[in-house]
């Protein structure tokens, strides 16, 4: 290998680091392979302090974004993230909300602008292995599907990355999840439909972050401001490392003729 390991994280907003994939980050880091996280929004259309919304009064959202990327700087510390970079772009809110129309909008940036972005940072770092989305951004957040996007489109663009993984939430866990809640007695708010999450037959990747529950509890409490949107942190330990405990994930592409079909680890054939 003619460069250092290192493991590239293109996320939408400043929390979206740690569900899916404070694990693996923690993990690299861990054993040596240098970890990057690319935030691509400052997250303004979060929540303000006092859990005020967006366009409520008093939410601010230049000063949601100070606070956000302050809290995203405390996440990493505890997720041992060596570098961060951050592309900047105005958070476009949820599917349907007002923001979505501004042309600042990342999810309005046109997909060859903020991938050259990327691009500039792939070739800089030399990740051999990416990690963003899937196609719908895991539930259709319109950041995390122009996430998905401008990461296709740089891993395409520079040819550098070997293998380019999709964050996957496996039915089959929800389902376990659900009715485990269900036999504590706990209360369910929503329910979740049959085909919420990734189908179990397309996940090629799940690693076992048992050991990183607890940093990864930190690291989403570091994100105070939004703490009332993470389920989680509402729920008792052995839920939280019920949920916290793996990450999975969609092998999107790879050029690794050692990697096998199923793997429990992103950088296997690459060692």
Known sequence: MDHELTLMAVHAHPDDEVLSTGGVLLRAAEEGIRTVLVTCTNGEQGDAPGGVKPGEP?????AVAA?????LR???SHLNIAHLETLGYRDSGMAGWEANGDPRAFANVPVETAAARLAELIRQYRPQVVVTYDENGGYGHPDHIQANRIAVAATEATGIPDKLYYGAMPRSGIKRMVEHMRAAGMPMEEEFPDDFGTPDELITTVVDASAYVERKVKAL????SQSDSVFLL???E??????LGTEAFIRHYNRVAAAPDHEDDLFAGLR
Do not use: C, N, V, Y
């Open 238 to 243: 052995e839920f939280q490392r019920h949920g």
């Open 234 to 236: 509402a729920l008792p």
């Open 67 to 71: 606070l956000r990327l302050t809290e």
């Open 58 to 62: 008093g939410h601010d959202p230049e």
């Open 221 to 224: 409490k570091a994100h105070q």
């Open 74 to 76: 405390e996440s990493i």
